[in-house]
């Protein structure tokens, strides 16, 4: 985490104020991955041979760059299940590392595998049953305490008189000024309740990664498909400084576009001043190395359904966050208005729908610059075979034209799912019980 500002902060601010977590899960980079987890498709990673989740296998054409159409290296692999959704679920990018290829559409694509589980489908549906019925028994008592409130005469014996034939409200009924009680059975049986349905998530939990550690991709072209050494790809919160405290004239009000996030949450906006505009700086470029600076060693941004953090000012950004129109400025000599900062608010609209289901594209993950140091430096670790060293030679030694140079260049990939993760069949019509579907991926370079 990048230092603080000694100038900015006291020894009391340290001690009253706390990091501020948000809601970005960070993908850090976790040691080489052990051998028998490499066919799990569960473990998510950076680089390595992808283990997929369907019963076919893709076609090795699924990383194929667009640009001079051989095969990518996964970039990273991500286990990412939906909640409350019956599917497995796994994001896979590969990447071009040809210097040709870059700033070229189609040199970075992603994919989204997945696959119905039947047995954690059952245990949802009986979660959600169970929650079902007691969302009906709480209404049915709301109902019955309403109309007690609304009795005409509560003095009036008659209704305390009549035999009871409410069923559940007989309860409420003998005791209409407390809250229902429950019996120390029925506490035992929703303690057992609970107690079955954690036995059951973690029992679903393992048939799960035993189901993917059972899958395996050879005999398979994805086999001597080219790739980076694999490393795990482990988790963690982002957390963030407070802002700091400014002694500043009373009456006077600064806003940081760099902290809009800690306090707007996922509503964050760029704003700058109208000044700030004609300096040939790039106040988003600033605001994205302040914020990474945080955590150096991310690789990967994740927020399904969240707010991506752009890199520089460019065409994806103007197209990701739009300018919002100016209310007009008065013409008359007499009135003086300041003109409002110029702010730029997050709109996923402007992008192409999800082909299948026309529902929109959410924002899901980025991979940040980080992963290309990691990838570059286990490439230069990895050892040349014989073969491969002896043809370098011999091209060195014939004059042979230089190859194309190796090496990633964007500053950040954003990747747009389908809002409703669909899985249908290749129509669009029908429910699927597994899917492979390319989605959108935003590619921000570094010029």
């Known amino acids: 985490m990048a230092p603080k500002d000694d100038d900015e902060w006291s020894d009391s601010d340290d001690d009253v104020l706390s990091e501020i977590e948000t809601s970005v899960l960070l993908g850090v980079p976790d040691g080489v991955i052990d051998g028998v987890d490499i066919n799990d498709a569960a473990v998510s990673r950076i680089g390595g041979h992808p283990a997929f989740i369907p019963s076919r296998e893709p076609s090795l054409s699924s990383a194929s760059c667009k640009s001079c159409s051989k095969t990518m290296e996964l970039l990273v692999q991500i286990w990412c299940p939906v909640e409350d959704s019956p599917h497995d679920r796994v ?5 071009c590392a040809q210097g040709s290829c870059q700033k070229k559409d189609g040199s970075v694509r992603a994919w989204r595998g997945l696959r119905f589980n039947e047995k954690y489908a059952a245990k949802l549906e009986k979660k959600l049953a169970k929650k079902r019925a007691q969302e009906k028994a709480k209404a049915e008592a709301e109902a019955v305490k309403n109309k007690i409130a609304t009795m005409s005469n509560p003095f009036s014996m008659q209704q305390s008189s009549a035999p009871n034939s409410f069923g559940f409200g007989t309860q409420i009924f003998n005791n209409a000024s407390a809250e229902p009680t429950t019996s120390p059975l029925e506490e035992a049986a929703e303690a057992s309740d609970a107690e079955s349905e954690a036995s059951a998530s973690s029992s679903s939990d393992e048939s799960v990664i035993v189901a993917m550690a059972s ?34 004239p009373p009456g006077t009000q600064v806003q940081d576009p760099a902290d809009d996030e800690v306090k707007e949450g996922k509503n964050a906006s760029w704003t700058f001043e ?29 927020e399904l359904n969240g707010v991506p953090l752009p890199f520089a000012s460019d065409k994806v950004f103007d197209l990701l966050f739009p300018t919002q129109p100016l209310p007009p400025l008065p013409v008359t000599k007499a009135a003086f208005k300041v003109v409002p900062a110029q702010k730029r608010i997050y709109d996923p609209t402007s992008l192409s729908p999800c082909p299948l289901c026309k529902s929109k594209r959410v924002f899901e993950c980025q991979l940040m610059p980080n ?22 030679v011999e091209k060195a030694l014939k004059g042979g034209d230089a190859p194309d140079t190796r090496g990633m260049g964007w500053g950040t990939c954003m990747i747009f799912v389908c809002e409703k993760d669909c899985c249908v069949d290749d129509d669009g019509e029908f429910e699927a019980r597994e899917c492979w579907r390319e989605e959108l991926v935003m590619v921000q370079w570094d010029d």
């Open 91 to 95: 994001l896979y990018v590969w990447g």
């Open 215 to 248: 899958v395996t991709i050879g005999p398979s072209p994805w086999v001597s498909a080219p790739s980076y050494p694999s490393l795990y790809l482990s988790t963690t919160s982002e957390f963030l400084p407070p802002p700091p405290k400014v002694k500043l």
């Open 274 to 302: 109208a000044y700030e505009n004609s300096l040939e700086v790039d106040h988003v470029f600033d605001r994205f190395t302040k914020r990474v600076g945080y955590e150096g060693e991310q690789c990967v941004r994740y």
């Open 371 to 392: 992963l290309i140091n990691i990838l570059r430096s286990t490439e230069t670790d990895k050892k040349l075979t014989d073969e491969e060293r002896r043809k370098a």
